[in-house]
C-alpha cells in the first residue's frame, strides 16, 4: 500500500515544490518522448512479434498494460493541447509525426477507455479554441492518422474488433459485463458486515482472491473506485472523492481567475482542469494501482497547484503596487 500510494504522491510534492512558469515550456518541448518510447516500442514489439496483444489476433502491445497506455494517451492530448508552444521547428515537425502515430496505434489497439479520452480531449481543446483554422488542422491530424491506420493496422484492428464483437453488437448489455458485475460483488460481499462496509476489507488491494473467481480466472477489481471501497469501505471511498474535488475546484478556480488576465496561463490551467476529469474518467477502468501513470499525471498536478498558489499571489500583489504606491515590488 505504501508503494502503491507513496511514489505518486512523491511525484505530487516534487512537482509542488516547482513554482517556475518557465517550467511548462520546458515540459511541452520534451513530451515528445513519452510519445517516441511509446511508437518505437509498439513497431518493434510488433515487427519482431514480441509480447502480447491486447485482444486475440490484434496488434501487440508488449507487455504493456491498458494502465501503461494511459501514459502516451494523456502525453498526446498534451501535445495537442500545448502544439504552438513547441519553439524547435524540427522537434515540431518530429512531434506532429509522432501525434499522428499515437492516434493511429490508438484506434488498432481498440480499447474503449483510451479512444473515450482521446475524444473527449480532444473536444475539449476544440471547445477552448474554436475557430476554422484550428478544425482545419485538427482535421490534418485526424486525416494522417486515418491514411497510416487504414493502411497499416486495419487487418489487425479487424481481427481485435471480431474477437470483441459481443461488445459492439445490438444485443451488449453493459449490466452483464464482467467489469460492471464484479463491482457490485464487492459491495455484495462487505454488506455483510457493517464494520466492512464503513472502513473495508483492509485487504489491501488484495482483492483478486475474493472477486476475480466469480467473474474472471485471474485479475483484480477493473475500478479504482471499486477498489478503494473494497479496501478501505466508504470511508476511503469518501476521502479518494474528497481529494479528486479538491483538485478539481483548485485548477477550475485558478482556470476563472486568469481568464482574460493571461490567456497562456489561462490554457494551462485549462488543460489541468481537463486532466484531472479525464483520469476521473480513467479510474472508472482501474489506474490507481499503476506507478508510472500516476507519477506522470500526479507531476503536472502537483506543479499546476504551486503554479496556482505562485501566479495568483503574483497577480494580485503586482495589482495592489499599482494602485497603491506605498508598496514596492523589489
Not at 518522448?33 to 502491445?61: D, R, S, W
Not at 480466472?217 to 479518494?240: C, Q, V
Not at 494551462?268 to 499503476?290: A, C, E, H, K, Q
Request: glycine residues 6%; charged residues 15%.
Amino acid at each position: 500500500m505504501l508503494l502503491k500510494f507513496s511514489i505518486p504522491f512523491a511525484f505530487l510534492f516534487i512537482g509542488y515544490s516547482l513554482n517556475s512558469f518557465y517550467l511548462s515550456y520546458f515540459i511541452v518541448n520534451y513530451v515528445w518522448v513519452f510519445l517516441a518510447y511509446f511508437v518505437f516500442y509498439f513497431l518493434i514489439v510488433n515487427y519482431f512479434g514480441i509480447g502480447y496483444e491486447m485482444y486475440i489476433g490484434g496488434v501487440k502491445t508488449g507487455f504493456y498494460s491498458l494502465n501503461g497506455l494511459y501514459v502516451p494517451v494523456f502525453s498526446l492530448i498534451f501535445v495537442l493541447f500545448f502544439y504552438q508552444k513547441i519553439l524547435n521547428r524540427k522537434v515540431k515537425i518530429f512531434t506532429f509525426i509522432l501525434a499522428v502515430l499515437t492516434i493511429a496505434i490508438s484506434f488498432a489497439i481498440l480499447k474503449r477507455t483510451l479512444l473515450l479520452i482521446l475524444f473527449l480531449g480532444l473536444i475539449a481543446l476544440i471547445f477552448y479554441n474554436f475557430n476554422w483554422r484550428f478544425l482545419s488542422r485538427i482535421a490534418l491530424v485526424v486525416l494522417f492518422s486515418g491514411l497510416l491506420f487504414f493502411n497499416y493496422f486495419y487487418s489487425d484492428f479487424l481481427k481485435s474488433l471480431e474477437s470483441r464483437e459481443s461488445r459492439f453488437n445490438k444485443e451488449y448489455d453493459i449490466t452483464q459485463e464482467g467489469r460492471f458485475t464484479e463491482n457490485f460483488h464487492a459491495y455484495t460481499i462487505l454488506k455483510k458486515n457493517p464494520e466492512k462496509l464503513i472502513f473495508g476489507s483492509r485487504e489491501v488491494f488484495n482483492d483478486r482472491k475474493f472477486i476475480s473467481h466469480t467473474i474472471y480466472d485471474d485479475r483484480e477489481l477493473h475500478n479504482s473506485y471499486a477498489r478503494i471501497f473494497w479496501n478501505g469501505g466508504f470511508l476511503g471511498l469518501g476521502l479518494f472523492l474528497f481529494f479528486y474535488w479538491v483538485q478539481i475546484k483548485t485548477l477550475y478556480l485558478s482556470l476563472n481567475f486568469f481568464k482574460k488576465k493571461s490567456r497562456n496561463i489561462e490554457l494551462l490551467f485549462f488543460f489541468g482542469f481537463i486532466l484531472v476529469l479525464l483520469r476521473f474518467i480513467s479510474d472508472f477502468s482501474s489506474g490507481i494501482t499503476y506507478l508510472g501513470f500516476n507519477a506522470f499525471s500526479y507531476f503536472i498536478i502537483g506543479y499546476l497547484f504551486n503554479l496556482s498558489k505562485y501566479k495568483t499571489n503574483s497577480f494580485k500583489y503586482k495589482h495592489r503596487t499599482r494602485t497603491n504606491p506605498k508598496l514596492v515590488v523589489f
